[in-house]
């Protein structure tokens, strides 16, 4: 690393994958030895947090913060993870006092029309010789933000008014940006003005930086798999910029005790916070992703009832594992249900239901594999429902399967329009066309999917009624 240069090292999308995190904190602590202290920013985009682990979970994500301000960073930006999945007042607590800056531009509390005391629209520090402003933006998902009492705007209007005020008075331009690829690439070639964009949300590595109209482009991928690494300087004819980056491997590298010690601290702490009884059960209750079983189904009226639907709907893959007859405690709710997915409730006509069954009863569905919108499973798995009846023959060709459907007793009528309450990863796109094509009525905030799932295990009349087969092979089918 050039001596008198600024190196700025970057993270995104940290997700609290703790094993990438130590060795990422390696590779920080490397670099600490040999760069002095007043030549070295590191800056986080956002997501550092993720509530799928147990130890981010039963801390209130206070491992994460410790994280933090442990590898001195010098600000950090607001994810979707961050924002989406805890409320303000646990934010609150999450980051005040806080040893670093919460930097966004785009986010603040509707109730006050300011953001919060602990965040910052903008940061200007002084570096190697330069003063560089920082600003944050995160993605502007608007219905989300509103139910948890935020007001988010749009992040190019922001970012051009920020670079007004920071572009008078700064040498160097960043931006923290938890937009995305294609939003960065927009705002690269739209707002004029920025040196440099730090990418995260859509885990893209970029491994040297994409230059768009002066604008340096960077991103780190994901789950701290690598570090990206700026370094700035004054151009050697005296004027402008001279900016060159990469990204560097973390896999290989040994895990920093240091962090690997507060991690195991952490879990130790969750367990006993998450050891609480939540329910008993009186008997054991299957779940398993390729068919109907009962937590799926049990799940599935949780979401009707939440919502006030006619019909509960949820994809089997939500259900990671079985439960043993006997204590449930919260830690075993977070097992066996870890995705941070909220419920929702959406309109479908019975057309749009019954293409989503026969998609339920395909392979290809079935075993869909990904990640992301939420989810925190393997694969999607076949739809569990509740409030509809389905009859099928497994051996008739694809989309010709569904025989029947029967809608709280009453056969489906295909240009009625139903209320179904759901998962809102199905209203991004992901998983069944059927579902993708439903109209949104709200969005429930901040419960969770497991949160419903716990409180129906305490449900007798739901835990036993969830055992009845609402899939069931016609009479022809099961005959031969």
Not at 29 to 55: F, N, Q
Not at 98 to 111: E, G, I, T, Y
Not at 402 to 425: A, F, H, K
Request: proline share 5%; glycine share 10%.
């Amino acid at each position: 690393m050039q001596s008198g240069k600024l190196i700025l090292l970057h993270t995104n999308d940290i997700h609290s994958h703790f094993e990438e995190a130590a060795r990422a904190a390696d590779y920080i602590k490397e670099v600490r030895r040999s760069v002095p202290a007043e030549r070295l920013l590191l800056i986080d985009c956002g997501d550092h947090l993720d509530r799928v682990r147990i130890e981010t979970e039963g801390t209130d994500a206070a491992v994460n913060r410790e994280l933090l301000a442990r590898f001195g960073y010098d600000a950090v930006t607001f994810g979707n993870n961050e924002g989406l999945t805890y409320t303000p007042e646990q934010l609150n607590r999450l980051y005040e006092d806080a040893p670093f800056p919460v930097v966004c531009a785009n986010l603040k509390l509707a109730a006050t029309g300011r953001p919060p005391a602990w965040m910052r629209r903008t940061l200007t520090l002084k570096r190697a010789g330069l003063t560089v402003g920082l600003f944050g933006l995160t993605v502007q998902f608007q219905d989300f933000y509103e139910l948890l009492g935020w007001e988010v705007s749009d992040p190019l209007e922001e970012a051009a008014a920020c670079v007004a005020e920071l572009r008078a008075v700064c040498d160097v331009v960043v931006a923290i940006s938890h937009l995305g690829l294609r939003q960065d690439e927009r705002m690269a070639a739209a707002v004029p003005g920025i040196d440099v964009i730090l990418g995260a949300h859509t885990h893209h590595l970029l491994e040297v930086p994409l230059r768009i109209e002066g604008t340096a482009v960077c991103a780190a991928g994901k789950f701290g798999r690598y570090v990206g690494t700026v370094e700035i300087g004054r151009a050697a004819h005296g004027q402008g910029l001279a900016i060159e980056g990469r990204t560097v491997p973390t896999e290989g590298r040994k895990e920093d005790p240091e962090t690997a010690e507060i991690v195991a601290t952490a879990l130790q702490k969750a367990k006993l916070a998450m050891a609480a009884s939540v329910a008993q059960l009186a008997v054991p209750l299957a779940g398993e992703a390729d068919s109907e079983s009962p937590l799926g189904t049990l799940l599935a009226g949780a979401l009707r009832r939440k919502t006030g639907a006619e019909i509960g709907l949820t994809n089997a893959g939500q259900i990671l594992d079985g439960l043993q007859a006997g204590q449930v405690t919260r830690e075993r709710i977070h097992a066996v249900c870890p995705s941070p997915i909220n419920p929702c409730l959406i309109e479908l006509t019975g057309e749009q239901l019954k293409q989503a069954f026969e998609e339920s009863l395909l392979p290809e569905f079935i075993g869909l594999e990904f990640h992301g919108f939420g989810f925190r499973g393997k694969v999607l798995g076949r739809l569990c429902t509740d409030g509809a009846e389905v009859v099928f023959d497994p051996a008739a060709p694809p989309y010709e399967r569904v025989r029947s459907v029967q809608i709280n007793g009453e056969p489906l009528d295909e240009m009625r329009v139903y209320t179904v309450g759901t998962l809102d990863m199905f209203t991004f796109g992901i998983g069944y066309v059927g579902l993708k094509q439903g109209r949104v009525v709200r969005y429930c905030l901040p419960e969770f999917i497991r949160d419903l799932l716990a409180e129906a295990l305490s449900d007798e009349r739901a835990v036993a009624d969830c055992v009845r087969r609402r899939w069931t092979e016609s009479a022809a089918a099961a005959a031969l």
